[in-house]
């Protein structure tokens, strides 16, 4: 197989320059913290409610999008429709994102109904246009695409936050004015940034349609699904990597939703420092995934993904000593986090990408859509288990104890990934790459 033009792989990668704005600016840096202290707001607890409230609503709609997507993502494979789909998570992101201008302190239930919305949104669109890696290049040029798509996202958050940050200013009640034009800034940063996506990105495959409509879609997507989970058998592998990427992402998900409360809550750094590590992080995460995705190629895709879980293991050890080594070294705490923050910004590029070319690499082509729905099943479902699993820690032991729990997360991932056997589920996919008669009408 052929790689695909630059300017459709460019294209592909612009979506993951668009998105990352949203995880940044709403997800990470601005949004979240809003949400916890001015928004909540409950100071006299430490602010736990508002953490567990925000897990809660992130946890929802990851659950939503465990339910839907590897349905959406059979249908999509049967009919040729995963532009349409991914358009349609498109706009509701862009919606939802820019209607988060209305949540003022004490409208905590429109807040989390809004970031249930739109983080559906985005996390089911992340599968979609993934669900487009295997068909953009031979399968041991994979981890290169992919690769380059981490890192031209975490460019565009770069350069969406930079300008957020500047603009807005920091997040406190006294600037909430201003600061709550971060909802509107990511809606316009995502609509815009992505339309290449759109104009350059081909959608492939042989388009079947029943005369049923949507309940026959509907039928034909439970169908496949039910086939494939019997089918998975086949496909030990693929069913290991799921299973590690399921550790994996539980551990992500928590460093994505609250590094930047951690650091306001934790650390208590100043807004130069949280400005400092934001740009620290973003440049260490585009590294990561392009020297990660370069290395892969070479020395293969297991091999650098259980490289990046030790990375982990040892960013969060670092991340939990950060106080105590504030002592022993000259140097404060929040600083320490800063240099802790670059180890931790190489491991996040790099173990979504590979594991994102992983499954590329494992995957029958055919089927792309399918198999990257359930790799979203896998990694929501972690999502859901991560954050409600250290939003009920924290509140038991605080938040500085509670990320250990990260650290196990990543041992797991490590130790189940030591069973996938690269060559194996790459000669199965290969040998499978032909399309299921039997389960077609």
Known sequence: MKRASFKEIFGWAMFD????????????????????????????TDYRLGNLLWSVALAVSYLMVVLVGPVAGAIMDFSAARKRFLFASYVLTVVTTGLLYFVAPGYIWLGMLLIICSNFAYAIGESFIASFLPELGPREQLGWISGFGWALGYVGGLVATA?????LGEV??????????????????????????????????????LKGGVRSYLGIGFRRVRATIKDLRHYRDLATL?????????????????????????IQWDEQVRIWMFVTVQLTAAAGALGFGFLQDRIGARTTYLATLVL??????????TPWLGR?????????????????GLCLGSTQSAG?????????????AEFFGFWGLASKLAAIVGLLGLGLLQVAVGLHASILFCALLFALALVVALGLNEARGRRV???????????LP
């Open 163 to 167: 300008f957020a940050l500047v603009m």
């Open 356 to 368: 994102r070319a992983l499954v590329g690499v494992l995957a029958p082509r055919l089927r792309a």
């Open 17 to 44: 320059f668009a998105n990352q704005a949203y995880t940044l600016l709403i997800i990470t840096v601005i949004f979240g913290d809003l949400f916890t202290r001015v928004i909540v707001g409950d100071s006299e």
């Open 429 to 439: 996919a290969e040998e499978r790459e032909a399309p299921r008669s039997s389960i």
């Open 312 to 321: 982990w293991i040892v960013a969060v050890t670092l991340i939990f000593s």
């Open 242 to 266: 799921l299973v590690s990427v399921f550790f994996a992402m539980a551990g992500i998900y928590i460093i994505i939703s609250f590094t930047f409360i951690y650091g306001a809550q934790v």
């Open 172 to 209: 406190s009640e006294e600037n909430f004015d201003r600061i709550r034009w971060v909802g509107p800034f990511a809606a316009v940063f995502f609509l815009l940034a992505a339309i290449p996506t759109f104009l350059w990105l081909r959608e492939r495959g042989r388009a079947r349609r």
């Open 328 to 344: 022993v070294v000259p140097m404060e705490a929040q600083h320490v986090f800063l240099i802790v923050g670059s180890v931790a």
